[in-house]
């Protein structure tokens, strides 16, 4: 048989053209690199224009550096340096930036002094061109939130109950040096004023220490208390400074990372198994409406019910107002955020912490004598333990949480417990049974249950892990944003307002 002559195509690699190809022939029309151009050249950039201080030599143009850093993201490049080398080397990026070549020290310092400023109200004018377009609308929000892992060291941190507990035992130990030289010098003491150690500071250790020496001099003095006054006076007052700038960078949290000290430490799920592990981190907060992004926050506290406030007052000055109504999921329903959506007049669809139990029955089956079970009489303000026996107030009293909310809580007590027959399913105290309630919430929860078991209330459910926990999954899945590059949590906000951004601009692209 005989053998086919193979053709092939004709290929001559140093032919030069008569007409070099323009890059406009070589992006298709509908590529999301003119998405993105087309969306930038609409909006006003007065704000970001008036950054630049003006003389010198010429600067790179910031919308063209704003396209390129927005078309990065969109395209999975998030370092400054393979920014910079996909400028010179991809034709999408060639175009965008009109063949200027900035370095990547041009393109961090735009990102991080120039764009952080103007960031979010670049990211509204492109919602706003979203909902005149009718992607998206305002007046539906869903909320969640995600940890992302901080551009920080794992294993260089700082802990708020190391730190009160060195102090504490610092305090322990001067105050028993000091009753040790009470003891041996009590003349040269008698007349010093009355010393206390709950609060000490290094000026007041360095003195007392002083004032030890100077007592004790002469003095048969023990030698392991002579070798710990020279290791107080040589340490503590030092020690105590390093606590010092410790607790500011903490700034009333429990953790920090020595390397980003914006970042506090939180549990992140981080393989199949949702296993968690303690990294520095911050945590992520989106409002989405039909997978769009309407609104975005960083906070450095690593629970939810905290976060909502602020978010939807950083969505009201983005937008001018907040959403009609708000969904979200269990952590984020505390009285707090009930009474700040309540006095906002948001209808509010966020479920409580054990609703989905309540709807399975497992919160009767595990107890049910449990206080959610008791009946109320609101006229005569007591509630009816399981023997129908009632249970009248005794007291009244606030307590506040950790983020300073003040909570009215009213305590009641039943009269006979002693010889009942459920005494022991029914409680474990050996008096009679007392109950705290926190009426308010008690009030949000059971209006909370009503609108999320109505017909609304279930489309919603339904819609809302769609919505927008489909967001973080293609974020951090789909495109690999696991961990910020930046550190600071000003930086930070700024990587997370490109990602909503270069989000939103690929879904419109879709």
Known sequence: MAHKKVSFKKYQQHQMSLLPPSLEELIPADHPVRVVNGIIDQLDIDSLLKQYKGGGS???????????????????????????????EHIHFMWLAGMNTPDHNTINRFRSEKLGKVLKEVFGQVVGLLVQSG??????????????????????????????????????????????????A???????APVTFEKISPQQVKQTVEQINEALKGKPVDKKVKQKLNYAKKNWPQNLDKYEQQEK?????????????????????????????LKPAYNWQISTNDQFI????????????TTLPAHLEQFKA???????????????????????????????????????????????????FHQDHLHYNKDRDCFYCPMGQPMEKSKEY??????????????????????????????????????????????????????????????????????VEAVFGNIKSNHGFKRFSLRGLEKVEIEAGLMALAHNLRKSAA
């Open 398 to 467: 606030s307590v506040t949480t950790a983020n300073g909310f003040k909570q009215k809580i009213v305590e009641y007590q039943a009269r006979n417990c002693a010889g009942c027959p459920l005494a022991g399913p029914c409680h474990k105290s050996k008096s009679n049974r007392t109950i705290q309630v926190n009426h308010h919430l008690r009030r949000y929860k059971e209006q909370t249950r009503q609108k999320l078991l109505s017909e609304q209330g279930v489309r919603y459910r339904k819609k809302r892990p769609a919505d």
């Open 135 to 184: 992607h998206v609308s305002l007046q539906e929000a869903y909320l969640d939130g995600t940890k992302i892992e901080a551009n920080a060291n794992r294993y260089t941190f700082v802990w708020g109950r190391s730190i009160k507990y060195n102090k504490e035992r610092i305090a322990k130990q001067l105050e028993e040096l000091w009753h040790y030289a009470q003891t041996v």
């Open 249 to 277: 960078m903490l700034n009333g949290r429990n953790s920090c990372s020595k390397t980003d000290p914006d970042a506090t430490f939180m549990r992140l799920k981080d393989d199949h198994m949702q296993n968690g592990q």
């Open 294 to 305: 309407l609104n975005y926050s960083i906070h450095q506290t690593s629970t939810d019910p």
């Open 318 to 368: 983005l937008h001018g107002k907040l959403p009609e109504v708000l969904v979200a999921d269990a952590g984020y329903g505390s009285q707090q955020n009930y009474e700040y959506l309540e006095q906002n007049e948001v209808d509010a669809y966020v479920k409580f912490g054990n609703f989905h139990k309540e709807q399975k029955g497992e919160h009767l089956k595990k107890n049910p």
């Open 58 to 88: 010429s600067s790179f143009h910031p919308k063209m550096l704003l396209k390129v850093l927005v078309y990065s993201y969109v395209s999975n490049v998030y370092s400054s340096r393979k920014i910079e080398a996909a400028i010179k």
């Open 186 to 192: 009590s003349e040269e003491l008698k007349d010093t």
